[in-house]
């Protein structure tokens, strides 16, 4: 059976690079809407925390976005054991 270490980290989301405040407004099919601030940054950050998990072998599980924080949750494969 295959067995799972599991990280879970937070990341601050960089200020936009852009002075101009900016809103998204996104709604989905059952009408819940939902605004939040549009990544005027850009998503090289993002980009740069994906490809370094991954290079350490992390999968992420899943993310959640709450005040300008990313929380990640990660896993990757434990490794075998040997038996002496």
Known sequence: MIQWDYQITLHEI?????????HTIECDQNGQ????DALLGGLEWL???FREKGRNG????????HHRE???IWK???QARTKV
């Open 33 to 36: 809407c939902f605004v939040h």
């Open 76 to 78: 990757k494969k434990k």
């Open 47 to 49: 980009e740069d925390l």
């Open 58 to 65: 992390w999968e992420l599980v899943q993310s959640g976005y």
């Open 70 to 72: 990313l929380l990640c």
């Open 14 to 22: 960089p200020e936009p690079k852009i002075e101009k405040q900016s």
